[in-house]
DNA sequence: TTTACTTCCTACAGCGACTGGAGAAGCAAG
DNA sequence: CTTGCTTCTCCAGTCGCTGTAGGAAGTAAA
């Protein structure tokens, strides 16, 4: 398990060699050391490291809370109250976010009702057109529904 | 109704001074007449236009749709089929989230349930450094779950 | 008229978390 | 030796804004 490549990291990791090197810039990973040629070299525990930020990532969570999260796994001893509080507030952004989604949807679905007339009487842009045609008020609705720093 | 300054439209409108002249540079507003001095001048119908914008960013429609919906509604008498399919479009990809954000609800939930102990056996931290503790398959769940383009 | 304040102008950096590309260098196999 | 893959660093682009700098112009009171 030692002395891996950079790619052979990634596939271990499933983290893409241009998001390792991406990390590594932003601190949360170690200086990985280097070969003569300057190569980087991972071991086993630089790629369980890799996992478990992408693991982090797929639930959703911001770079900097993964940070803490990272420090905290490598504090045994340490009460592990701040990790739960940081993912009890991460659930209820979660949370949140279906609420506002679900909204939205609520008022996607009233102006889907098209019988295929013509634009000057379509519900969709007329809905868009005219905010008064609304039933809920979904101000920033899509703000509040979007997962921080994550596009497509 | 004539001939408002980017503020006054700004106020009517909703959408902010830096945000409007980020839609003329888009391209989701026709360029806007000057003053001598070189001061954009806004009416009625553009007030309605900036309105009609905010409305479907409001409901998570990304720039290119809504630019699409635009023109579709400046052209009353054509069919409001690709409006209506737009905006089926994405009321699925909203749904897509839901579901997403509701299966990561499900793992956080899951993990949240330390009993205060110490790191060394905190649920959070094992579960997110051992995929194999995770119900669901959850790869690119975030990924899913975003909203292009917002970003909190 | 001078001063003070507000609004407006353009242009550009920054957000978050990457992704992809350029151009150069290293490395293994034929 | 050449071919082709990987790696290196650095930088631009994604999306939809937001905020700032640095300046000009408008408005109102003293």
Redesign the pocket.
């Known amino acids: 398990m030692r002395d891996l490549?950079?790619?052979?990291?990634?596939r271990q990791s499933g983290?893409?060699?241009?998001?390792?090197?991406?990390?590594e810039d932003r601190g949360l990973l170690p200086e990985?050391p280097?070969?003569?040629?300057?190569?980087?070299l991972y071991d086993g525990a630089a790629v369980g490291r890799l996992a478990f930020?992408?693991h982090a990532?797929d639930l959703g969570?911001?770079?900097?809370?993964?940070a803490d999260l990272l420090a905290l796994q490598g504090q045994p001893g340490t009460s592990c109250a701040p990790a739960d509080s940081l993912a009890r507030r991460h659930l209820a952004s979660v949370e949140g976010r279906i609420a506002a989604l679900t909204a939205l949807k609520g008022e996607l679905t009233r102006m889907i009702a098209c019988d295929g007339s013509d634009t000057a009487h379509c519900r969709v842009i007329e809905s868009l057109a005219d905010h008064a045609l609304c039933a809920g008020d979904h101000a920033r609705l899509a703000?509040v529904a979007a997962v921080?720093?994550?596009?497509?």
Do not use: H, Q
């Open positions: 490549t950079i790619g052979e990291a990634a983290v893409k060699v241009n998001t390792i090197r991406f990390y990985a280097r070969t003569e040629s300057g190569r980087r930020i992408r990532r969570f911001p770079l900097e809370d993964i703000e921080p720093g994550v596009s497509d």
